[in-house]
């Protein structure tokens, strides 16, 4: 038996399910448990990978992508978002004297933000946001 790569619509459509059932999920190796458990109801040979996962939920408006970040000393500035893989950029402030000094980073994409010493991704977390109703809103 050969192992089944679904499309990606299929994929964004099971992960808002998922996400519109649990609201939260506390990892992209479980939000990829979760979504590969309903392929597999379709199909025992449905293989799928966290890191695709988490790249097609980046993609939908109404899922918010949070990374939790690992303390890494002396790293240097990131090429790329570890979240998005958008550009990066320094977040400034002034000092006392004036002057301006990098105090951490940016993605122009996602909106991610990390100090200087904490950029190393540890752990993703998925936020369903779409579709809620507002508290002064009647059904």
Known sequence: ????????????????????????VESQEELCELVLM?????????????ARVRDVALELSEITVKAK???????????????CGGKISEVKTKNLRGEEIAVGYKCESCGFRSGLE???PR????????GRKAKNEVE
């Open 118 to 120: 904490a950029f190393a």
């Open 38 to 50: 309903e392929l597999r109801k379709e199909d025992e040979g449905y293989s799928l990978s966290p």
């Open 69 to 83: 970040t690992r303390r890494a000393a002396g790293i240097e500035k990131p090429e790329r978002c570890p979240v």
């Open 123 to 130: 752990k993703y977390v998925f936020l369903w946001k779409g």
């Open 1 to 24: 038996m050969g192992r089944k790569i679904a499309k990606k619509e299929t994929i964004k459509d099971l992960v808002r399910e998922v996400l519109k059932r649990r609201l939260v």
